[in-house]
């Protein structure tokens, strides 16, 4: 229903054709998301997007019923069995969403009695990390990073920063060998550049696999260990799959979340001026470039009526954090004083389990590196910088950086777990060795 007052669709976007959907990918996109949250919000509080060729849904970009959506289980369920386009098979089998929205045997994908239950597990489980060894772990981390290029003079901060930091770090949290950690991330590194993603994921859980073995045979003071330890008495298959879902929910968002911040922190003089710096800038990013931009699959149990739209049972319906936070309603609640009212964390049943791990890491790794190099700044125009396409993530493709140069020298402090001694990695025959290793490096550079 077109009105003279509509706004004129972005660029790229064939929405004022009859039945056009809005595309939530390609390069205009990814340039300027906020472009199209704000065509989108002229349909109401939902509006019919695409997702990638031939994948569509509903997108909430209200925030009053993003969080209606969010905290009705009983309406929408997050079974992705129950999708009803997959079924009656209208999705490409070589979309490059599907993998992400696909079913797997985890808390993300249950609903009811087994979702309270995978998820107790994983909540009980993330709460035993002891923040002040987490903070040691990241600053290490930080510093074997910083110690690969500082004597450089210039750095990628995503791709030699903000992109390996939180995999080390769960490595660590998740008492990976150096054998396992190499494999963890090469597979998750694979899986999210769309590099051999199909086999990069099959390494990944088979390294998770074996994970696994160990800690059943050999227990620790690590996440995967008080996972089995639970109550929930998880199977093997089940910790396969819990432990997949933290790994990986747990590194894309944070890598996105510490390279935004980052190249906030960069591109704007007034965080200079502020008391709380750091923090400051954590906030504005998860309010205005959060690093799930549209997430929350849900699916409704029954065909329904919802914010003036009809619903099929089975229908893809996601939420936008990013919408949602930018909208009028939150605007006013952020001038307000509610700093983080924000989505950025999703909210309801299955908000993220770890925000305040996720936050920490984030605090400390943007803390020690400005620390380590206090002249460092961008090294290319800002408009210069190319954001990752796709409707999910919301991460920068490179964040080019100068600085002085800069020896970072080992503290002669012990390493996170001193003993036992760790196997050495040799990458698998046929295996591309250039990708492998770099867990294995960190090991022997924090033992030197």
Avoid at 253 to 270: E, F, K, S, W
Wanted: net charge negative; with cysteine; proline share 9%.
């Amino acid at each position: 229903m077109e009105q003279p007052t509509a706004p004129v669709p972005p660029p790229g976007c064939p929405a004022h054709q009859v039945g056009g959907r809005v595309p939530l990918y390609g390069p205009e996109f990814a340039a300027d998301p906020q472009a199209y949250y704000s065509y989108l919000r002229h349909y109401g509080p939902t509006a019919p997007v695409e997702l990638s060729p031939g994948v569509e849904a509903t997108l909430v970009t209200d925030y009053a019923i993003a969080l209606q959506l969010l905290q009705d289980s009983g309406a929408f369920r997050k079974d992705a069995r129950r999708w009803r386009d997959l079924n009656e098979g209208r999705i490409p089998a070589d979309s490059p969403v599907a993998p992400l929205l696909a079913y797997r045997p985890n808390a993300m994908f249950s609903d009811g009695a087994e979702h309270h239950r995978l998820r107790q597990a994983i909540t009980d489980s993330m709460a035993r990390v002891d923040s002040r060894k987490l903070s040691q772990t990241t600053e290490q981390v930080s510093n074997y990073l910083i110690s690969q290029f500082g004597s450089r003079g210039s750095a990628d901060l995503l791709g030699d920063y903000a992109k390996q930091l939180p995999l080390f770090v769960f490595n660590e949290l998740f008492g990976c060998t150096a054998d396992i950690g190499d494999r963890v991330v090469f597979g998750i590194t694979g899986m999210f550049d769309g590099v051999n993603a199909e086999q990069a994921v099959g390494v990944m859980f088979g390294a998770i696999g074996e994970l696994v073995a160990l800690k059943r045979s050999k227990p620790g003071d690590d996440v995967p260990s008080w996972l089995m330890q639970h109550p929930a008495k998880l199977t093997d298959e089940e910790m396969v799959h819990q432990i997949a879902l933290l790994l990986v929910a747990g590194n894309e968002p944070l890598r996105n979340l510490i390279g935004n911040t980052l190249q906030r922190l960069l591109t704007h003089d007034a965080y200079a001026h502020q008391g709380g710096l750091i923090d400051e800038a954590i906030d504005d990013t998860l309010w205005e470039n959060p690093p799930m931009q549209n997430l929350s699959a849900h699916y409704p149990a029954s065909d329904m009526e919802f914010a003036g739209q009809k619903l099929h049972a089975g229908d893809l319906v996601l939420v936008s954090y990013a919408a949602a936070n930018t909208g009028p309603a939150l605007t006013a609640a952020r001038q307000a004083g509610s700093n983080r009212a924000h989505l950025a964390w999703s909210a309801g049943p299955h908000a993220c389990p770890s925000k305040e791990p996720a936050r920490q890491i984030t605090v400390t790794a943007i803390e020690n590196l400005l620390n380590k190099l206090p002249d460092v700044e961008l090294a290319v125009p800002t408009e210069s910088l190319t954001w990752r396409p796709g409707p999910f993530n919301r991460g920068l493709t490179v964040l080019p950086a100068r600085f002085t140069p800069v020896q970072i020298v080992r503290r002669p402090s012990p390493a996170p777990r001193e003993a036992p001694v760790r196997p050495q990695y040799t990458a698998p025959t046929g295996g591309r060795s250039e990708r492998g290793g770099v867990w294995s490096q960190f090991l022997n550079w924090l033992t030197r």
